[in-house]
């Protein structure tokens, strides 16, 4: 990692603080990109909190929240997050085909709408930037506007868990293969 991990007896007053908050919600401890952003405590807390909005709040099923995170995962190459999080997935009930065609870049087949407008809505936004009406008419109607606006929140958020995990070079604890390989076209729509 690029950045030195912070021993909580090296923490300042307001680092510890937000470690302790931390350490004793649903995630049980700091590590990965969190441990990054503990050499910033103002973005840790508030990047944490969003985060813990993200991962456990909003009105999404984990199902779907965690296809959406396997997604960002794969598109950014992020090791970590994908090694994390496509175990979620499959905990969650989200197919081995559909893990194993995302992780190969490939436009999964879905049975469930709300998993193929998950997919479409998440690759369209971040190859085209934006989505077209039709595309925002149909993710609506299938999840509702609640479910669309949570769902680019926790696309958002994983977003910027990706980057920092690539800045940063945020390894996986647990020394295995890696399961990304570069893609040589971007991930089918």
Partial sequence: MRVNELKKEDMNVEQRKIFDEISSGPRGGVRGPLAVWMQRPGLADKAQALGAYCRYNTSLSSKLSELAICIIARIWGSEYEWRVHSVIALEAGISEDIIESIRLGKKPNFRDDN???????AVSLHKDRCISDELYTESVGILGQDSVIDLVGVLGYY??????????EVVHPKSMPLQLQSLDEEIEL
Avoid: G
Avoid at 159 to 168: A, P
């Fill in 115 to 121: 998993q193929r407008i998950v997919y479409r809505l």
């Fill in 159 to 168: 977003t910027l868990i990706s980057m920092t995990i690539n800045v940063f």
